[in-house]
């Protein structure tokens, strides 16, 4: 097997030098203990700033934390009862690639998993370094990781490889029952392998995530909720993005601890049975550097028999960098590397669906992007894969931004799930009616001014009522990962001007015109009694509004046909 690697390093050391795990019950202080903000003197800030334009993280901070902070257990109190057979549970290769990654965030990664893993259940952790240049991290960490007594174990690349290919190297080098892939910049959490390790066991063609938490790349500060709000999704330009988990998903859930379906994953934390790793193809690797490689894992896990899921009681913190410190150019001056990787998803996986990615892309249609074979040998070969269907993609009345694609309908080569889309028969709404209801705090500033221009403010919680109309949709399409949208219904019929003071407007989107209310009521109550409208509100809001929407009661309603809506 040759994997461009010079020789293992994982000698132990002996004696006092060799790593104490802290005890977490007693009291610690420090910066960044409890996953705090750190607070930097004007000097050090000014510097952090600096480092910013480097590492895309302040440095300044980050040296400041101890390898071996404290965290808040903010896991689920229905997570922390759950006892798990510690002697029945598969052992774990946890595998880190890092290329010229800066020595405090990498550091804090190995000693987050060594402390907070059962000694019985980390087999070990695999450092891949992708042929990384800085003298830091050559014989200084190659004598560091020996006070681990041999669980860490450093292979390094002779060459780069690119984060898709040093993954593969590194699963094959690993021995553990089960591939534990985590960024070089983490923080694991209480707990957080555990629950991992029993749902793989329990089903092993689940590829599954953790909970990402948030970790703050200015001050340290380690945020996240206790469970699972959103899911991986994707643009069909074929970029990743989150979307809420919908209604129909968590009411299937048994429990709140219960594994979470979703279409897609970001790649950066995920594990997965070993073998099954393998068997399904692990990545492709004329794929180059990054990019696009955790789409093309996720349509195939789901295509070909897999399922993908997020699971709410483990939890691990990421530093979200609003770039990378390290090139990502790939052979022959590639600098479009997700471009010429999801070319080859599309080719590959996507069928007839293709052509929504060239609508976004239409450059690369005949681009060259290498020799497919392999990979269409692969899905050949393997058993029960279905025909590309986006599941859990496509908003929920939304129009789809791209049009003029013909809508295909594919037979299947064996049922399909039950959660890909159907078309929407039904007539398309002529209101919307919105909710904001994630919170704004890390989020980009691009993202809080589209919203304050949708919304007024950024706070979230507050309702509004947008027509179903290209430019309105267009505008929702930006922020769609933190609203959600239903079509306004009128079961007893549409109102008049003369009905503005006898409507309540349901959270369901339902609008019900009650005769039996007075001509100027003193509250029309929204479903949440959070939201009433108050009589000073009807007047002044919805006469307004009425009037400004009035036309769209006529025949403008945007309704083009690719429409889609979920199971």
């Known amino acids: 097997m040759n994997l461009n690697i010079e020789n293992e390093i994982n000698e132990p050391l002996d004696g006092n030098e060799l790593h104490v795990i802290p005890d977490y019950s007693k009291k610690r202080s420090g910066d960044g203990e409890n996953g705090e903000a750190v607070i930097l003197t004007s000097e050090e800030q000014a510097l952090g700033e600096q480092e910013m334009k480097v590492w895309f993280m302040n440095m300044q901070a980050n040296n400041k934390v101890s390898l071996d902070r ?77 006070r681990f007594g041999g669980v860490v174990k450093l292979y390094r690349a002779t060459e780069r490889m690119g984060l898709i290919k ?45 909970l990402i938490d948030h970790i703050n790349a200015k001050d340290m500060r380690y945020s996240g909720a206790g469970g699972v709000s959103s899911v991986g999704s994707f643009h069909w330009s074929l970029h990743f993005t989150w979307d809420p988990v919908q209604k129909e998903v968590s009411d299937k859930l048994e429990y709140v ?34 990019g696009g490689e955790n789409l093309e894992l996720s349509f195939r896990t789901w295509m070909c028999g897999g399922r993908l899921e997020f699971i709410p009681c483990s939890k691990v913190g990421h530093i979200f960098r609003d770039g990378h410190p390290y090139n990502m150019t790939g052979k022959n001056e590639n600098k479009d590397v997700h471009g010429t990787n999801s070319k080859r998803l599309a080719e590959v996986w996507m069928d007839e669906y ?13 681009k060259d992007v290498g020799d497919l074979s392999e990979r269409h040998a692969l899905r050949k070969n393997l058993n029960y894969c279905y025909v590309f269907r986006p599941h859990n993609r496509v908003w929920r009345h939304l129009p789809r931004r791209v049009e003029g694609v013909k809508e295909h309908e594919f037979d299947k080569t064996q049922s399909m799930p039950s959660n890909f889309p159907d078309k929407l028969n039904d007539a398309p709404a002529k209101l919307f009616l919105v909710w904001l209801y994630r919170d704004l705090t890390s989020e980009p500033k691009w993202t809080k001014e589209k ?24 505008e929702l399409w930006h922020v769609k990962h933190l ?45 949440d009694p959070m939201k009433q409208m108050t009589t000073h509100y009807l007047k002044s809001r919805l006469a307004s509004r009425y009037n400004a929407h009035k036309e769209i009661f006529e025949d403008t309603v945007y309704g083009p046909k690719n429409m889609s809506v979920l199971d």
């Open 70 to 146: 404290s965290l808040v257990d903010n896991r689920l109190p229905e997570c922390k009862i759950i006892e798990y057979d510690i002697s029945s549970l598969p052992k774990a290769s946890v595998v880190i690639i890092f290329t010229d990654e800066a020595w405090a965030p990498l550091l804090r990664t190995v000693h987050s998993v060594i402390n907070r893993s059962p000694k019985e259940l980390l087999h070990e952790i695999v450092l891949y370094d992708d042929f990384s240049q800085r003298d830091e991290l050559k014989d200084k960490l190659e004598h560091y990781i020996k």
């Open 257 to 290: 601890t219960s594994p979470v379906p979703s279409p897609t994953m970001a790649g950066g934390l995920f594990a997965a049975n070993r073998e099954y790793f393998f068997e399904i193809g692990a990545y492709d690797e004329l794929q180059e550097i990054w």
């Open 483 to 527: 609203i959600d949208l239903k079509p306004i219904t009128f079961p007893n019929g549409e109102p008049t001007v003369d009905d503005i003071y006898r409507m309540e407007l349901f959270a369901n989107g339902e609008c019900k015109i009650d005769k039996k209310l007075e001509s100027f009521p003193e509250q029309a109550v929204l479903a």
């Open 166 to 210: 040093a993954k593969v190297n590194g699963a094959k080098l690993a021995t553990g029952e089960v591939l534990f892939f985590l960024d070089s910049h983490c923080e694991a959490s209480p707990g957080f392998l555990e629950p991992i390790l029993q749902r793989i066991k329990d089903n092993r063609k689940s590829i599954v995530c953790p």
């Open 354 to 366: 293709k052509e929504y990615y060239y609508k976004h892309r239409n450059d690369l249609r005949t």
């Open 451 to 474: 919203v304050k221009k949708l919304f007024g403010d950024i706070t979230p919680g507050k309702m509004h009522v947008f027509k179903n109309t290209e430019a309105f949709n267009n």
